[in-house]
């Protein structure tokens, strides 16, 4: 009989130094140093050890698709979902989705919805993996653990999925630590700030808040809503993470709880319905 629970509890597994990560890099044409160092950053990263056994019906994976652009900047891929989807519909969102009863773990997953919702191929040596970070909670009820990788070939092209995927476009990473719009002479940057933030109340104690932070697209004129909550927040630790730098702005809320704490509250929750929503 299979495991209840989410394979990958110790990450620590899915951290061990890269040792083709020079050869990696070699094959990148125009790399900025700044953009070395963060591929550097990220492929060393160590997180903290998970003490907390998930159900993997609560589980679930993004992944983190980063590339070279043509001035040697890093981006991410990120996806505008489809209309006709019963959650989040039409939410600008990293590919990924809950786990399958087949994936041994958390890359697994990220990989095989990346494939499925945007045809990114799962070849390690085109796509290599960078790190895993510690697992993130959405919508109060989902564990969304990270997984960070490098699309190195850049002949790659997307294949949407339709009925999950509208469409997809990139972001710089070094965006999500500043309160500057990368979009200068987007009409939306001028009318709205680039970097806005909503404070929620906590279930557990609505006195304390969780800080959700909001990034304009520069596509919003196009129908293509901001990058907010879980993936806002993904996207700034991993460029934290990568820069070795903390945002412009101020990340967490007063007395805003930790993850450890809101996850922990989440899964004493017997709301199991949540829990069958579709990442």
């Known amino acids: 009989m299979s495991s ?49 056994k998930y159900p993997r019906e609560r589980c679930a994976a993004v992944l983190v698709a980063l590339f070279v652009g043509r001035k ?9 979902r489809a209309s006709t989807l019963r959650t989040y519909a039409g939410h600008t969102a990293l590919p990924g989705g809950k786990a399958d009863e087949n994936d041994r773990n958390a890359e697994e997953t990220a990989r095989r919805e990346a494939f499925e919702e945007i045809g990114l191929l799962t070849d390690k040596s085109r796509v290599p993996l960078l790190c895993v970070l510690e697992p993130f909670l959405a919508g109060g009820c989902l564990i969304v653990t990270p997984v960070v990788v490098l699309v190195l070939d850049n002949t790659l092209r997307p294949v ?22 990368p979009f200068p002479l ?18 557990k104690d609505p006195s304390r808040k969780i800080r959700a932070h909001r990034f304009l697209t520069g596509r919003e004129a196009g129908g293509v809503k901001p990058i907010f909550g879980v993936t806002a927040n993904i996207m700034i630790r991993v460029a934290s993470i990568g820069y070795s730098l903390e945002p412009e702005f101020l990340l967490k ?9 809101r996850i922990k509250y989440a899964l004493k929750g017997n709301d199991r319905a949540q829990a069958r929503t579709k990442l």
Do not use: W
Not at 11 to 33: A, C, D, M, N, T
Not at 72 to 80: I, N, Q
Not at 187 to 203: G, K, L, N, T, W
């Open 160 to 181: 949407l999925n339709a009925p999950e995927v509208a469409q997809l476009f990139s972001h710089p990473l070094a965006s999500f630590l500043s309160t500057d719009s």
């Open 4 to 52: 209840p629970y989410y394979f990958p509890i110790d990450l620590l597994g899915f951290h061990r130094p890269r040792p083709h990560l020079r050869e990696y890099v070699s094959q990148i044409p125009v790399l900025k140093q700044e953009s070395r160092r963060c591929i550097r950053a990220l492929a060393n990263y160590t997180p903290r050890r998970q003490n907390i």
């Open 72 to 80: 040697g900047d890093l981006y991410v891929l990120l996806s505008k």
């Open 253 to 261: 809320a007063p007395n805003q709880p930790g993850m450890r704490e």
């Open 186 to 203: 987007d009409q939306s940057a001028v009318e709205f700030p680039y970097h806005s933030y909503e404070d929620i109340p906590f279930r």
